[in-house]
């Protein structure tokens, strides 16, 4: 699938505001995460990218100093509600970081481990069956197949990513968050999971964060371009088709940061 | 295969360029076939039909920009997508060749032919093949093909040749009443001449594309003087 102005939004984001402690992170933003697209936030270091997409499955309550104003609603629903159940949550919304982080486990473990907490189906449906579905929904079953009961930790980096994108398939969100999910691979593993996140994108809403702005617009549907400037920090620029933003951006900003003027 | 969506796009746009040249061919044609039919009506039609060809050219172009732009093609990738950018300009022109062949159909009005039109559309029929084969040789990216096609326009320029002798004939013999159409028809035989040379400009993008060799490809004719 390719991009759907008529996709609707998965995720509405209002005047959202992060600080950790007295510090903004991120101001005022809004925007809407279109779903079974991919929207790639981009910017550079600092801008508040990271911090935006940490919002979007509350990972930034983990940190004790940070403090979120404004509304994010996921299906209509405020996820920032008082009695919104979280962990509920953060099975709908997944997330794949930077670097690979498979638990010291076999590759079978590693996949098992979220639907042994968290589906009930799997009384009807083997674990068997979810664990090789998703093991070849990331294109990795052929590669491991033959021995699923290896460390997760013996794979090559770009394995063990697909096995962290596996591993978040396995629990069926509706939405994966990726935090710079090929920053540690190199180019053709890159590549890879690049044309695995097209193929995600059928059945999922995906959101990366990447300071790679080739790989925004290789991959993505949606760009938003975020910045910190003298007067703001963490600012929602320009947010826009992908295919708008890197050939005829609107602001100047934008302009600047994707011919390399700055950033 | 890595890189599904830039071979995707790759490939819808190919298409599109020789839906643009299908496009071009027909309008040539029947551009030619107006004018012999002294149909000014469907001349009028075609020249309307010139817009939706220009559309679509830029339709393609700002593709081609956005592919560029967002997925970072290289090496015959590229190639193709600068040749491709190259092409829709040639077959653009092509467009406005059969636009105006239907532009000189109406000048000529309701006056009759001095002459019937028999080398002309054996022109157009040529000239359409050339660019076809152009076409089918970048569809294919068949170095071969590409490379033979300009032998073909030899026999273009010997109609043109032909028609311009018989056509500078009637001028001389009796200007006050031929001069003006012998001149009209005249353009439209140029326009086809051009039109077999773009179908070779063609063919050096195809080659350029698969080889990556930029060589001009002669077609030995003193009409490059003019455009």
């Known amino acids: ?263 | 295969m890595l890189r599904k969506r830039l071979e995707s796009e790759l490939q819808r746009l190919s298409d599109e360029v020789l839906a643009l040249g299908d496009m071009v061919i027909e309008a040539i044609m029947e551009s030619v076939a107006l004018l012999k039919a002294r149909d000014l009506e469907g001349s009028e039609r075609l020249i309307e039909a010139d817009r939706d060809i220009n559309e679509r050219r830029f339709d393609i172009e700002s593709s081609i920009l956005v592919l560029i732009a967002t997925q970072q093609p290289m090496a015959s990738d590229l190639r193709r997508l600068a040749a491709m950018l190259e092409i829709i300009g040639e077959l653009e022109r092509i467009g406005d060749y059969a636009k105006g062949i239907a532009n000189i159909n109406l000048m000529i009005g309701e006056e009759p032919l001095i002459k019937p039109l028999i080398d002309v559309p054996r022109m157009a029929e040529k000239a359409c093949s050339m660019l076809d084969s152009a076409l089918e040789a970048f569809a294919n990216s068949d170095v071969e093909l590409a490379r033979a096609v300009p032998d073909e326009d030899d026999e273009v320029d010997a109609l043109y040749n032909q028609v311009y002798r018989e056509l500078v004939t009637f001028i001389l013999t009796d200007p006050q009443h031929t001069a003006e159409q012998a001149n009209l028809l005249l353009w439209v035989a140029h326009n086809l001449e051009r039109t077999a040379d773009r179908a070779t400009n063609i063919c050096e993008r195809v080659i350029f594309t698969t080889t990556g060799g930029m060589k001009e490809l002669d077609t030995h004719f003193e009409s490059d003087l003019v455009d």
């Not at chain 1, 579905?133 to 079953?141: A, E, H, I, M, T």
């Not at chain 1, 697909?162 to 978040?168: E, F, I, P, S």
């Not at chain 1, 090929?182 to 995600?200: F, G, N, Q, V, W």
């Not at chain 1, 300071?211 to 910045?227: E, I, K, P």
Request: net charge negative; proline share 5%.
């Open chain 1, 1 to 263: 699938m390719e991009r759907d102005d008529n996709a609707k939004y998965k995720m509405r984001v209002k005047e959202l505001s992060c600080f950790y402690g007295p510090r903004p992170a991120l101001t005022g933003v809004s925007m809407g995460i279109r779903q079974r697209q991919i929207t790639a936030l981009i910017g550079p270091s600092g801008c508040g990218k990271s911090t935006f997409l940490r919002c979007l499955n509350r990972m930034n309550d983990t940190i004790s100093s940070a403090r979120v104003e404004g509304k994010v609603t996921l299906d209509g629903e405020d996820i920032y509600a008082p009695h919104y159940d979280i962990t509920r949550l953060r099975q709908r919304v997944g997330m794949v970081f930077q670097r690979p982080n498979p638990f010291p486990q076999s590759v079978y473990d590693n996949v098992a481990f979220g639907p042994r907490i968290v589906l009930r189906e799997q009384r009807k449906r083997g674990l068997d069956e979810i664990v090789e579905d998703s093991l070849r929904g990331v294109g990795l079953w052929n590669e491991v197949k033959d021995d699923l009961d290896q460390e997760a930790t013996q794979l090559s980096l770009g394995q063990q990513q697909r096995l962290c994108l596996a591993r978040v398939v396995a629990v069926r969100p509706e939405i994966i968050l990726m935090d710079e999910p090929a920053s540690a691979l190199d180019p053709i593993d890159t590549l890879k999971i690049e044309d695995l996140m097209r193929e995600l994108v059928e059945d999922y809403t995906i959101v990366i964060v990447t300071h790679n702005m080739q790989q925004a617009a290789r991959v993505s549907d949606w760009t938003a371009f975020f910045l910190t400037d003298d007067e703001r920090v963490g600012e929602l620029v320009e947010y826009g088709a992908t295919a708008q933003i890197f050939t005829r951006p609107q602001d100047e900003r934008t302009e600047r940061y994707i011919t390399g003027e700055f950033g």
